[in-house]
């Protein structure tokens, strides 16, 4: 049974940073195609950054040049870097490993960005 925990949330001044990690069990994370998603109150989830199997990233226009995704093979964890944190950027992070005709989910970490 595949099982992805994340954790890292809190709350964070503007301006600050954060890491969030999505370790995973019943599954080996490298070499599979994963993906943040953040879901704001009130609002759709949408996707913030992803990570190929061969390791390319991507991230939406919104974090770019702010948020990292990397992966640690041998914790079997993904990650989430977040630097010069927003208000905006206030919700729930989800990790998500992505197949071709399924997805799996975890539970979601809180992010509050506020002063």
């Known amino acids: 049974q595949v099982q992805l925990v994340e954790s890292g949330g809190g709350l964070v001044q503007p301006g600050g940073s954060l890491r969030l990690s999505c370790a995973g069990s019943g599954i080996i994370l490298s070499g599979t195609d994963m993906r943040w998603f953040r879901q704001a109150p009130g609002k759709q989830r949408e996707l913030v950054a992803s990570?190929?199997?061969?390791?390319?990233?991507d991230f939406s226009d919104s974090v770019k040049g702010r948020f990292a995704v990397s992966r640690d093979n041998a914790k079997n964890t993904l990650y989430l870097q977040m630097n010069s944190l927003k208000p905006e950027d206030t919700g729930v992070y989800y990790c998500?490993?992505?197949?071709?005709?399924?997805?799996?989910w975890g539970q979601g970490t809180q992010v509050t960005v506020s002063s």
């Open positions: 990570i190929s199997s061969d390791d390319i990233t």
């Open positions: 998500n490993v992505h197949y071709i005709l399924s997805d799996d």
